[in-house]
């Protein structure tokens, strides 16, 4: 079965570094590709998603992902971090085969942000 | 435009009482919907989804249950609450037909069995 693995539940990273939230996929077929961020409390906000095409995606907020299919990963990268980007990040993928289209979930990161 | 709502947004029950979580979608027709639950450090479990009215697949056995009784309305249903059941319920929509579209998030219901 499709999943998603999501390396390190916990990033911390001062403000102004680089943003590297790791994220790789089980599939010898490419699935589609998202990144979730969730604030507390609060639903899930699409960053980006990777579908076909251009393997490097940018998405909302200075965050882009780059999939690489040889490493079966979809890492998410910011080149500096804000405050406002402490929230917990969620990878997640939907198989290319099969008809419901399920969105399947890491386990998630949460970032935290030093000043 | 397309918009989802899930009520309540805060819900504290007794063990052994029942359930009932409802979402609505507005500005589409029949979509995919989804239910997920997220418990701490657990990442999101899908629990049910459906492709369309009286559809439900049941992803994981457990004490809960789910139901579509109109296109763009999904309930998520329990006749006796474990503590178990704590945690964090999202609703969430597709376009159907579309394998490769992103799911869209109502705002939550945090959900405490006490």
């Known amino acids: 079965a499709q999943s998603v693995t999501q390396l390190g539940s916990h990033v911390s990273v001062s403000e102004g570094a680089l943003v590297l939230l790791r994220c790789n996929y089980s599939s010898s077929v490419p699935p589609y590709l998202f990144w979730y961020v969730q604030y507390p409390n609060q639903g899930l906000q699409l960053l980006l998603k990777?579908?076909?095409?251009?393997?490097l995606v940018k998405g909302i907020n200075g965050f882009e992902a780059e999939f690489k299919k040889s490493e079966t990963s979809f890492h998410l990268t910011k080149p500096s971090a804000h405050m406002s980007d402490a929230a917990e990040y969620f990878c997640?993928?939907?198989?290319?085969?099969?008809?419901?289209?399920?969105?399947?979930f890491g386990q998630g990161t949460t970032l935290q942000v030093k000043p | 435009s397309q918009t989802i709502h899930q009520w309540p947004a805060t819900l504290v029950q007794p063990v052994g009482s029942p359930l009932s979580l409802e979402c609505t979608v507005e500005g589409t027709s029949n979509p995919n919907l989804y239910w997920y639950r997220q418990a701490a450090g657990r990442g999101l479990q899908l629990l049910f989804y459906?492709?369309?009215?009286?559809?439900i697949s049941s992803e994981v056995p457990q004490n809960l249950s789910a139901s579509r009784p109109q296109d763009r309305q999904f309930i998520l249903s329990s006749k006796k609450l474990l503590l178990s059941d704590s945690g964090f319920y999202l609703c969430a929509w597709r376009k159907a037909g579309f394998w490769n579209t992103e799911a869209f998030f109502g705002q939550g219901t945090r959900l405490t069995v006490v």
């Open positions: 990777y579908t076909t095409g251009a393997t």
């Open positions: 997640a993928v939907i198989p290319p085969s099969g008809n419901t289209g399920k969105l399947i």
């Open positions: 459906s492709v369309g009215i009286g559809q």
